[in-house]
């Protein structure tokens, strides 16, 4: 067995990091759960800005109609009293989130120790007003960024010169739009409907709204600066080889594009990795691995919206109730690997600072692109929840001309509509489907590993092996097709102060964690660090029909997984492992 047990912590104190912020992180604690108690005479209104506000305390609009919230809490009196533990699930009486009270924006809060965070990137106060789409009269183009001519590196180069020439602050200026994504990540907004809870929109189904919205501001405000209505920003093509470094453009020192918090020996022309474990990479092994890695969390695993999406999050959810499988992947991944070597790893490397990294916006517009192409391959199977719970939720911004705008999921959602479009090029992970490297393994029947009922929790200091039952076994293609079988991992809590990553194999003979390109490997768990350890637990699920389906075990009643810590395990909780059917 393999024992892998790595450690990020690297800090030196000879590297710069921001200096704006001093750095004082925030300790974990191991407590398992947190307490919290239902405010029942909760008082939405009270210092609203916005009185045509769809939340108010005695009518909730809610997937089962209007009902009475009051009620509603009161009712949960004998369920989760006072204080009570919570369920790690999103709360049945849900609401959409709605956007944060400006003015009650706090500095962050670590939410283990109760102490403010040495942050603050509260933006300007302000009312809002909805936000219309405005027609489409230019499509805005968004290069490639290793495609890009000179003419538009210049261009663009200009337009984030004169975003950082703005006063700080003018809501539109480098520094404060910077503040809008540490804002909504590091718990400074009370989440409207249920202030004992901070809102966080990473690690759950706001991911790509969220951040498309985000760009789609940050864009519009960089094309005004440089009067050219059709500027789109470029995407880092980090899913197909010939975009697998940083792009030129970010790596130039006398350039706007440029950040000295970055980790320097991931400049060009090291290849970037998408499943970064926080050491030096086998370059022999990246692209390969980078291909899989981008077939697992684009197709394989993916045939459910939430495990695309993310968890479900409304008023009421703890932070982080689960990521999807870009999120959790290349996308943590790249943020790392982008970021100083350092615990705290600025700029990239840590939710509160990373809006400080120009090469940040290319990341999120190839996620953006992405989350088209995902859409797309659907064809004609649903590609977004339909639930208000989701489609109702809402953020602001500051548009172009510094206005604060309340946006809105649902109007997300069609790319057109919003006036962008992508340059086209290769996508060579769509039929990268890995082969196993063992077919018809007998190694779950052969195993002597443990049952995972009699194992968990468990602290992933080590590769944990364990035996899982799958209650169902030789399904039919109908059924396959109707219903997809999926590991669930339940419980997952780390120290989100940390950058932490496990892998997942089934049935994997040969233990060579380091070679994903196989069947054997379903998928992993990667994060950010937050500024703020949030202690709360997560979940994922991963898709196992076509892995099943490819390592030919489909007669088996049970799989062999291996968790293998690749990332601080040390600080990474599992709660428990199992298999269920979703449809
Ligand atoms: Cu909002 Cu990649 O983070």
């Given at each position: 067995m393999i024992s892998i047990l790595l450690s990020s912590s690297t800090t030196t104190t000879l590297l710069p990091s921001r200096p704006i912020y001093t750095s004082n992180p925030p300790y974990f604690s191991t407590k398992t759960t947190r307490i919290r108690h239902f405010n029942v005479s909760c008082d939405a209104t009270n210092g609203d800005q916005n009185q045509n506000h769809n939340l108010s305390p005695q009518n909730v609009q809610t997937s089962q109609g209007k009902i009475d919230r009051r009620n509603v809490l009161l009712g949960m009196g004998g369920l989760y009293s006072a204080s009570s533990l919570i369920p790690d699930i999103a709360p049945s009486f849900a609401t959409p989130i709605s956007p944060p009270d400006l003015a009650k924006c706090s500095r962050g809060t670590n939410l283990n120790t109760g102490e403010p965070l040495d942050i603050n990137c509260c933006p300007p106060i302000a009312k809002y007003t909805d936000y219309k789409l405005p027609p489409v009269t230019n499509m805005r183009f968004r290069p490639a960024a290793h495609l890009a001519s000179k003419e538009y590196i210049a261009k663009y180069e200009k337009a984030v010169q004169l975003m950082k020439e703005l006063?700080?602050?003018?809501?539109?200026?480098f520094t404060q739009q910077a503040h809008v994504h540490c804002a909504y990540c590091n718990?400074?907004?009370?989440?409207?409907?249920?202030?004992?809870l901070k809102l966080q929109i990473h690690n759950s189904w706001h991911f790509y709204p969220w951040h498309r919205w985000y760009l789609y501001f940050y864009e519009r405000i960089l094309g005004k600066l440089i009067d050219d209505p059709t500027f789109g920003l470029p995407f880092w093509n980090w899913d197909n080889p010939p975009g697998m470094v940083m792009p030129d453009m970010f790596a130039k020192k006398d350039s706007p594009l440029y950040d000295p918090l970055r980790n320097l020996d991931h400049l060009p022309p090291a290849l970037a990795d998408l499943n970064y474990a926080a050491k030096p990479s086998d370059n022999s092994k990246v692209i390969q691995n980078n291909l899989t890695e981008m077939y697992t969390e684009m197709v394989r695993g993916v045939s459910k919206l939430e495990d695309f999406y993310g968890a479900k999050y409304v008023v009421g959810s703890t932070p982080d109730p689960g990521p999807g499988t870009i999120e959790r992947g290349s996308h943590s991944s790249l943020h790392v690997w982008v970021g100083q070597a350092t615990k705290s790893g600025e700029d990239m490397g840590n939710f509160y600072s990373a809006g400080q990294e120009p090469l940040f916006f290319s990341h999120h517009i190839n996620i953006d692109r992405l989350w088209t192409i995902w859409r797309k391959l659907r064809g004609s199977k649903p590609k977004d929840f339909n639930e208000s719970d989701w489609l109702d939720s809402s953020y602001v911004f500051y548009d172009e001309n510094a206005r604060l705008v309340r946006v809105k999921v649902s109007d997300s959602l069609d790319q057109d509509k919003l006036g962008y479009s992508f340059q086209e090029v290769d996508i060579p992970w769509l039929k990268n489907r890995p082969k196993p490297r063992v077919k018809k393994s007998k190694i779950a029947t052969t195993s002597s590993a443990p049952r995972a009922d009699s194992v968990f929790?468990?602290?992933?200091d080590k590769v944990v092996k364990v035996l899982v039952e799958r209650p169902k076994k030789s399904r039919s293609k109908k059924n396959k097709e109707e219903e997809e079988e999926l590991l669930v991992i339940e419980?997952?809590?780390?120290?989100?102060?940390k950058f932490v990553r496990f892998d997942v194999f089934v049935n994997d003979e040969d233990d060579k964690p380091d070679e994903i390109d196989k069947a054997e490997y379903v998928g992993c768990y990667s994060q950010v660090p937050h500024k703020n350890s949030t202690g709360v637990k997560s979940k994922i699920r991963l898709g196992l029909t076509e892995l099943l389906e490819d390592l030919d075990v489909e007669d088996d009643d049970k799989i062999l997984v291996s968790l293998v810590p690749k990332a601080n395990g040390d600080d990474i909780t599992i709660g428990g492992i199992k298999i269920i059917y979703a449809s």
């Open positions: 006063p700080d602050d003018d809501p539109r200026s718990l400074t907004y009370e989440q409207k409907g249920d202030p004992e929790p468990v602290k992933l419980g997952i809590e780390v120290d989100s102060a």
